[in-house]
DNA sequence: CCTATTCTGTCAATCGATTGCCAGTTTGGC
DNA sequence: GCCAAACTGGCAATCGATTGACAGAATAGG
C-alpha cells in the first residue's frame, strides 16, 4: 500500500542549509576566513577558528560537495560499476570497497553495467563527470574503451588485466591447483570446464589455467559453452555435460555450478557419485543446496580494499605500490566424491 | 596479485574537459547561448542550436553536474540507504530504484547503515548534501530522526509508516494469511515468531499481522527473540524453538529461517516432518536447501520503483498519487508439511 | 510603410566554496 | 629600540553552469 499522510507533510516551508556566507555574517569574519578556520586547522587565531567552528555548529552547517567540487575539481566521491548487481559475488567486494572509501572520507557511487558492454560504456562516462575516480569490476568492455575511460580519469580495473591500466586481480592458480589436485587425487581424469561469457577476462583466466594444469598432469579437458552466467545457464548446460562424458566440472562461477547441481539431481544423476562439481566465487547461499557446493574462492573483500586503495592513491597522483598477492582458496564441501570404480 | 603496468600509465596527461566556453569559443557564440541551445530546445533559431550541438559533439563535452548543481540546487542524483547491503533482499529493491532512476535521468547513490541507527543518522546526514532526495529501507531509526531528515530534504522510507513522511510498504496480510491458512490445513496448532531486530518496524508488523490472526483463528502463538536478523542467528535461536514445543515457525527473514533450517537438520530435527518452517521476503537462496524454504514474498522490484517514484514526485513538488496495494504473496515450497500424528 | 510582436543572442549576476596575494599587526632577535 | 620574520585576516578572482533582463533584428498586421 503506498501511503503519505497529507496533512502533516513538510514539504514546501524547507530552509535553506547555512553557508560559510552565514558563518561570516554571525561571526563578523570573512567567508574566506571562515573556509580557512574549517578547512586549515592552525592557520588562524585559534580564538577565531574556535568562535567560527561553534557557529558553523550552532547553525548547523553542513559543507555543500558540489560548491567545493567547482574550485577544487575534487567531488569526494569513487564511482563502482558491476556488471551485475545481482549476483551475491558482489557483496563482499563491495563492502571491502565502502569501508576503504568511507575511511577515506569518500562516498562510493554503485552502478549496474547489467551485462552489456554498450551500456557499461555509457554509465561509467556519465559518472566520471560526478566522481573523482573509478572502479570497474569485470568489465565487459573492450581494452581500447577501458584505456579511453583511464584517460579521462584515474580508473582501476578489479577481475582483469589491461594493458596500462591499474589493476587488482586475485591469483586464481592456488585454488585451482587444490581442487583440481583433489579431484586428480579421487581418480578424476576426464573434466569438463563450464565457460562463462566469452567477454570475460576473468572466464578466459580460469579456462586457460586450469587447462594448462590439466594438460601438465595429463588429464583430459573440454570447455563447455554456456548460454549465461546463471543458474538458469547452468540447467541449460546440463545435457552438454552429460554428453561430453566426464566426471567432474569446473564452473565458471557458483551461480552457474549451483543451476548445474540442481539440474543434475532433478533429472537423476547424482552429486557428487556421478559426477563432481565446482563452483568459482563460494558465493552466499554455496553451503545452502545438498550436497553442498565447493567453490574457489576469491579474497573478495581485500580485493575490494586493494583496489579503492590503488584508485584513491591514483587520484592523489601517488606512486603505485605493489601488495602482496591475493591468493584464492579451495573450498571443498559436500559436491566432489571419488569417481565409482 | 596487483598489477600495475608502470611503462604505460596514463597519468598526469589528462585533458582538461571540455567546457561550455569551449563550445563558445569553438563556435563564436556566448556561453550562455551554449548553455540555452543545450538545454531549452527551440529557444533558439534551429541553425545556431545546431551548430552548437555538432560543436558539443566534436569536443567531447559532457555536462559538469557539479557546476550545474549550483545555480539549480538540483543534483540529479538520489541516495538509498539500506541497512545491510549484504542481505539479498535488497537485490530487487534496488534494481527497481535503479531502473525508475535512470528513466528519470539521476544516479543512485547507495548507502549502507551496517544495522546501526547511528551510523544511519550519520551517513543519511552526510548524503543529504549531495542528493536531491533521500530513500530510506527499513530504517532503524527512531520516527523523530527521521521526521528532522525529511525536513531538510524529500525523503521516502520504505518498509516502514512514519506519520507525515511519505512511505512505501506492502501490504503484508495477504502472504501471511496464506501460510497460516497452509499450516492450519495442515494441523498445526502451536506457532512460533522468530523475531527480527526490535528497532525493525517490519518486524513488529510482521508479528502484529500474524499474532492478530493467529488469535482470530484460535491458534496459540509466540514470539521468540533472536540475537540477530543473520543465519547465525537462526541457528542461534534453534534450542529455543525446540523448548517451545511448537510444530511450525515463522522466521522474520528468510536469513534467520535458513539458519534455523539448517541447525534443525543438523541437531537431527526434520523438516518439515518435525518443524515446519515457513520465511519472509524469498530471497536468493531460498530455494536452495533440502527441503527448499517456503517464504513469504514480497513485490521487492516495485516497491522499490513505487518507493522512487514517489521520492522523484516529492522533489518536484507534485502532488502524490494513491497506489494500488504492493501485496506478498505465500511461496510454498517444501518446509512444511502436515503435523505428525 | 509604420508600428507592434516575436525572435535571437548577449550581459551580468549568482550559486558556495577555495586560494593566491597582500597589508596590517605581532613577535622575536640582537 | 629597530628591523625582519611570522601571524592574521580580507580582497577578489575563479571553478562551470544557469537565467532574468534587455537590445537589436526579423516578421506580422493593417
Redesign the pocket.
Same mark, same amino acid.
Given at each position: 500500500m503506498d501511503q503519505s499522510d497529507a496533512t502533516a507533510s513538510v514539504r514546501g516551508e524547507r530552509k !535553506?542549509? !547555512?553557508?560559510? @556566507?552565514?558563518i561570516a555574517r554571525h561571526t563578523?569574519?570573512?567567508?574566506?576566513?571562515?573556509?580557512?578556520a574549517?578547512?586549515?586547522p592552525?592557520?588562524?587565531? !585559534?580564538?577565531?577558528?574556535r568562535r567560527i567552528r561553534d557557529a558553523a555548529e550552532e547553525l548547523g @552547517?553542513?559543507?555543500?560537495p558540489? !560548491?567545493?567540487a567547482?574550485?577544487?575539481?575534487k567531488t569526494g566521491t569513487l564511482g563502482l560499476v558491476v556488471s551485475d548487481i545481482t549476483n551475491p559475488v558482489y557483496f563482499d567486494l563491495v563492502r571491502g570497497a565502502e569501508h576503504i572509501a568511507s575511511e577515506a572520507d569518500s562516498t562510493l557511487i554503485f552502478a549496474d553495467s547489467q551485462e552489456s558492454a554498450r551500456l557499461e560504456r555509457s554509465i561509467a562516462e556519465r559518472l566520471q563527470t560526478s566522481v573523482d575516480g573509478l572502479l570497474l569490476v569485470g568489465s565487459r568492455l573492450g581494452d581500447q574503451d577501458i584505456r579511453e575511460l583511464s584517460s579521462v580519469k584515474p580508473l582501476v580495473v578489479v577481475n582483469r588485466l589491461v594493458d596500462g591500466v591499474p589493476a587488482v586481480v586475485p591469483d586464481v592458480a592456488p585454488g585451482i591447483e587444490a581442487a583440481l589436485g583433489a579431484l586428480r587425487e579421487r581418480g578424476h581424469r576426464r573434466i569438463a570446464y563450464l565457460a562463462g561469457p566469452e567477454a570475460s577476462w576473468m572466464n578466459t583466466l580460469r579456462w586457460q589455467t586450469l587447462f594448462d594444469l590439466a594438460v601438465s598432469w595429463g588429464l583430459s579437458i573440454v570447455e563447455i559453452k554456456s548460454t549465461e552466467p546463471t543458474r538458469a545457464g547452468g540447467a541449460e548446460a546440463f545435457q552438454r555435460i552429460v554428453a561430453a562424458d566426464v566426471t567432474a566440472v569446473f564452473a565458471y562461477n557458483d551461480l552457474i555450478a549451483l543451476g548445474l547441481l540442481r539440474a543434475s539431481r532433478d533429472r537423476g544423476v547424482a552429486v557428487p557419485e556421478s559426477l563432481s562439481i565446482v563452483g568459482f566465487d563460494d558465493i552466499f547461499g554455496a553451503d545452502l543446496p545438498t550436497p553442498a557446493l565447493s567453490s574457489i574462492r576469491s579474497p573478495l573483500g581485500e580485493l575490494g580494499e586493494r583496489a579503492t586503495r590503488r584508485l584513491l592513491t591514483e587520484i592523489d597522483g601517488a606512486p603505485a605500490e605493489a601488495g602482496a598477492a591475493l591468493p584464492t582458496r579451495f573450498i571443498d564441501r559436500e559436491s566432489i566424491a571419488a569417481v565409482r570404480s
Open positions: !535553506a542549509p !547555512a553557508t560559510i @556566507y552565514d563578523g569574519f570573512s567567508p574566506s576566513t571562515v573556509s580557512r574549517l578547512n586549515k592552525g592557520r588562524l587565531n !585559534a580564538t577565531t577558528e @552547517y553542513r559543507i555543500n558540489m !560548491a567545493r567547482l574550485p577544487t575539481g
